[in-house]
């Protein structure tokens, strides 16, 4: 669930070019203080100015469904967002990861997979204030109680890690091209578990140039021909994922997870040499 802590230093402190400050992140991230070193460094302007351009996927607790993030008025609701966005709760089991027959990557960035809702404790999930919401106008945003008066739960609810209903956040594409007069966009999406890498097609939306989607090689030995989905990943049932899910689960070594930030980097050189617009990583 770390991969909010990254996008979210990634859109507000980390800096092209600055290679001192990605650096010292990195380093951080290597001891388990990610969170503390991107909260240290953000300031009430840059979480404003991330405002339309991260989204981060959650789960509501009392609901599970699938929300996004991308209004942020301070850095407190910021850092509250990403917070909610990697929280496991305790009540968590693996199988609530498991989506249903037919689900995919595809259908997760579409906001699909939704007929299995699981719900988590208030006590166990972030409180956030409901208008950092971007699709607040959808399902129970900014409605009152049913008695017409607006209780606590109607400015803020408790949410937990949104790969427990969606394993990346819905993509508010359409409404993001319409609004800023821009062409034909490609959509870039990461994991560190190996699944189908390169071109996924164009999301079905329109303004979408295309879905690129950067994972491992994985040659290790695997189930031929089989893929499962978790959190609506298609990944391959392979040694290679299995360790990687033990890295996630367990942490690493600096030593290790600087390995794995090469290995991303020559991925995502495949990437391109294979047809992947380089601004799709260059903008991204």
């Given at each position: 669930s770390g991969g909010a802590i990254v996008a979210a230093a990634a859109a507000t402190v980390l800096h092209r070019g600055d290679l001192v400050a990605f650096d010292e992140f990195v380093t951080a991230a290597a001891r388990g203080d990610a969170f503390r070193a991107f909260s240290a460094k953000l300031t009430p302007g840059a979480a404003r100015a991330a405002t339309h351009r991260l989204f981060l996927g959650a789960t509501e607790c009392e609901t599970g469904r699938a929300v996004t993030f991308g209004r942020y008025d301070n850095a407190?609701?910021?850092l509250a967002c990403v917070l909610a966005s990697a929280v496991i709760p305790r009540s968590a089991h693996p199988l609530d990861f498991i989506r249903l027959p037919g689900s995919s990557l595809l259908s997760s960035l579409l906001g699909g997979s939704r007929a299995r809702l699981t719900w988590y404790p208030r006590r166990e999930g972030v409180v956030v204030p409901v208008s950092c919401e971007w699709d607040i106008g959808e399902g129970r945003g900014g409605?009152?109680?049913?008695?017409?008066?607006?209780?606590?739960?109607?400015?803020?609810?408790?949410?937990?890690?949104?790969?427990?209903?969606?394993?990346?956040?819905?993509?508010?594409?359409?409404?993001?091209?319409?609004?800023?007069?821009?062409?034909?966009?490609?959509?870039?999406?990461v994991c560190p578990l190996a699944g189908p890498r390169g071109r996924q097609g164009n999301l079905g939306l329109a303004g979408s140039a295309g879905h690129y989607?950067?994972?491992?090689?994985?040659?290790?030995?695997?189930?031929?021909l089989a893929l499962?989905?978790?959190?609506?990943?298609?990944?391959?049932?392979?040694?290679?994922?299995?360790?990687?899910?033990?890295?996630?689960?367990?942490?690493?070594?600096?030593?290790?997870?600087?390995?794995?930030?090469?290995?991303?980097?020559?991925?995502?050189?495949?990437?391109?040499?294979?047809?992947?617009?380089?601004?799709?990583?260059?903008?991204?």
């Open positions: 407190d609701e910021l409605a009152p109680a049913d008695n017409g008066v607006w209780g606590e739960e109607d400015f803020a609810r408790a949410y937990v890690d949104g790969g427990l209903s969606s394993a990346l956040p819905r993509l508010p594409l359409q409404q993001l091209l319409e609004a800023e007069g821009l062409g034909p966009v490609s959509v870039l999406s989607h950067l994972c491992p090689a994985d040659h290790s030995p695997r189930l031929p499962i989905s978790i959190a609506g990943l298609r990944l391959y049932p392979s040694l290679a994922n299995a360790r990687a899910a033990q890295t996630a689960m367990l942490g690493g070594s600096e030593r290790l997870l600087r390995g794995w930030f090469e290995r991303g980097r020559a991925d995502a050189s495949d990437l391109v040499a294979r047809g992947a617009p380089a601004e799709v990583l260059s903008h991204s």
